[in-house]
């Protein structure tokens, strides 16, 4: 069964500043796609940055850049040049071929905080 | 092209009432996904539909939820006799059909509050 983890529950950045939040998976799967999620208090779930897995790139959404790693399972999120409204939860999550339906499997969720 | 749509955006039931919650997906989309988080927690994976057709319902709890999409209108989840257990954000997403089933898109949410 896939999973995700994300095993920074908090973290803080100055404002300015740059901060990578980790994610990890695991998968036996080799084609599947993997996305960084915001959440900010609206709850509103908004697409950060996608990537595919059959891709070597690491894609890259303005100052959003990810560092994916496919041997070692792991696809960070790079935020550069942090804002005040990057405050949010971040989910990392995956999507594959689970049991015939493409279904997303998110991590419990990283909470950053932009300091002024 | 307006997104996904979902109401309400707030619910608030006593124990044992039913909950309806709609999602109406983006135009041209005949997929629907329902997840649900609970506090502090990620979004976890109900059921998938399409257009009066159940697909999978893996992480639907086996009593008491039921989730539909007719051929016209929105999509329902429907919780029966509602717990304080229920309490929780269900977030509808849609994709289109064909190929590009890779990118779901979410809608705002639904908090469903059980006094």
């Known amino acids: 069964a896939q999973t995700v983890t994300q095993s920074q529950p908090e973290m803080s950045v100055q404002e300015a500043e740059t901060v990578t939040l980790s994610c990890t998976y695991d998968t036996s799967e080799n084609n599947y796609y993997l996305f960084w999620y915001k959440q900010p208090p609206s709850r509103q779930m908004i697409l950060v940055i996608r990537?595919?897995?059959?891709?070597?790139q690491n894609a890259t959404e303005n100052r959003f850049s990810v560092n994916f790693q496919k041997a070692a399972k792991s696809f960070s999120l790079k935020i550069s040049d942090s804002q005040l409204g990057d405050t949010a939860m971040y989910f990392c999550?995956?999507?594959?071929?689970?049991?015939?339906?493409?279904?997303?499997?998110f991590g419990t969720g990283t909470r950053l905080k932009v300091l002024a | 092209n307006a997104g996904v749509m979902q109401n309400p955006r707030h619910l608030v039931r006593r124990r044992g009432q039913e909950a309806r919650l709609r999602c109406s997906p983006m135009?041209?989309?005949?997929?629907v996904y329902w997840y649900r988080q609970l506090p502090e927690e990620g979004l976890k994976f109900m059921v998938y539909?399409?257009?009066?057709?159940?697909?999978?319902e893996s992480g639907m709890p086996k009593e008491r939820f039921s989730a539909e999409f007719p051929k016209e209108g929105p999509s329902i989840l429907r919780i029966q006799q509602v717990v304080r257990g229920d309490s929780a954000a269900y977030f509808c997403a849609s994709s289109p059909p064909g190929a590009r089933k890779d990118t779901q898109y979410f809608g705002p949410g639904t908090r469903l509050t059980v006094l």
């Open positions: 135009k041209g989309h005949s997929h």
């Open positions: 539909l399409q257009k009066e057709n159940i697909i999978d």
């Open positions: 990537q595919e897995a059959y891709k070597q």
């Open positions: 999550a995956f999507l594959g071929l689970t049991s015939g339906t493409y279904k997303y499997i």
